[in-house]
């Protein structure tokens, strides 16, 4: 064991004193396997901003830190403390600890929350948070880390927007920067998969058919169109932050997708007869086959502009062996 990552936490218990125990009784088994280890261990603490706070959980975390700074130094290893804000992101647990996550839920459910107590509040993405961890392995330090600071009204109006556009037919809300498309994704995994898949009004006259596959409120993108032959299959990887679209144009295909960590996969079935498409959740493993017996025709579209160099791509197989 070179380095432990103490991520492990109690926020919410039957009173403020579990609270604040049960994060000290965490550190206090770790601080505890690194004395028993008898030699150097770094370990790298997700502390929070509250820590500097007199409230349960803050005096819980602060007083963690300080014993597991202890249980380092005496081994002759390196301990960062690194102060995280709120953070929020795909999965998180709705009615709980975020309200991100809570109104996430709600909103994609087609409920209108209601704000309490508006105040501004500094959020971080949990990809990001897990980043500034990892930036921190083999370091001595105590940092706070930044927040992007946001209403909490703000963040309903952003959510109800994206609802507004994107839940009736697919339309890709403004993405400004990076806390947006990271809040969209967020919201997008709340509304997967109940929400998929979405049919676009289709236009026809005597030449043909004619309908959209994609409408963007700006930012860069890039669609692509593939045949597949009968049979074959494109995918099995995953994304950490690239917004994909699959269309179906012609042919009958089956898109598979497994939730990174998770056993249970989705499968959807999609006909060119009835042209149809279903967007890529981040963090979610996927797949296209053609299950017909012609060529399959596809349109890819994504936020970004293919970088290859950092393609946001990770291999792996919706279908474990």
């Known amino acids: 064991m070179d380095t432990v990552l103490h991520v492990a936490g109690v926020n919410r218990a039957g009173s403020d004193a579990e609270v604040e125990r049960g994060n000290l009784d965490a550190a206090a088994s770790l601080a505890a396997a690194v004395r028993e280890t008898g030699r150097p261990v770094d370990v790298v603490y997700a502390n929070s901003i509250q820590a500097q706070l007199d409230n349960a959980y803050g005096r819980g975390k602060s007083a ?5 700074s202890q249980a380092v130094a005496a081994s002759g290893g390196r301990f960062a403390d690194l102060l995280l804000p709120n953070l929020f992101g795909e999965h998180g647990r709705p009615g709980y600890n975020s309200f991100v996550a809570t109104f ?4 994609a459910a087609g409920r209108r929350p209601t704000v309490t107590g508006d105040r501004e509040v500094p959020l971080l993405h949990a990809q990001r948070a897990a980043a500034e961890l990892i930036g921190s392995i083999g370091r001595t330090e105590r940092r706070t880390v930044a927040g992007e600071p946001r209403g909490i009204s703000e963040v309903l109006g952003l959510l109800e927007q994206t609802h507004a556009l994107y839940a009736t037919r697919g339309e890709v809300p403004p993405l400004p ?3 947006e498309v990271d809040l969209f994704n967020t919201y997008r995994a709340a509304a997967f998969p109940q929400m998929w898949p979405l049919t676009p009004q ?3 006259d005597p030449r043909g058919e004619l309908f959209e596959t994609l409408r963007s409120h700006g930012g860069t993108g890039q669609a692509f169109v593939s045949t597949t032959r009968p049979g074959q299959s494109r995918g099995d990887h995953y994304h950490l932050n690239k917004v994909e679209r699959f269309f179906i144009v012609r042919g009958e295909a089956e898109i598979s997708l497994r939730r990174l960590l998770h ?3 989705v499968t959807f079935r999609l006909s060119g007869e009835r042209p149809s498409f279903v967007d890529m959740p981040t963090l979610w493993v996927h797949a296209i086959r053609n299950v017909g017996d012609d060529d399959l025709v596809t349109m890819f579209w994504a936020d970004q502009l293919l970088d290859p160099e950092s393609p946001d791509q990770y291999a792996e197989k919706v279908h474990r062996p």
Request: net charge negative.
């Open 263 to 265: 056993d249970d996969v």
């Open 104 to 107: 996430a839920h709600e909103v």
């Open 64 to 68: 963690a830190a300080a014993l597991l």
């Open 202 to 204: 289709v236009h026809a």
């Open 177 to 179: 920067g990076k806390f």
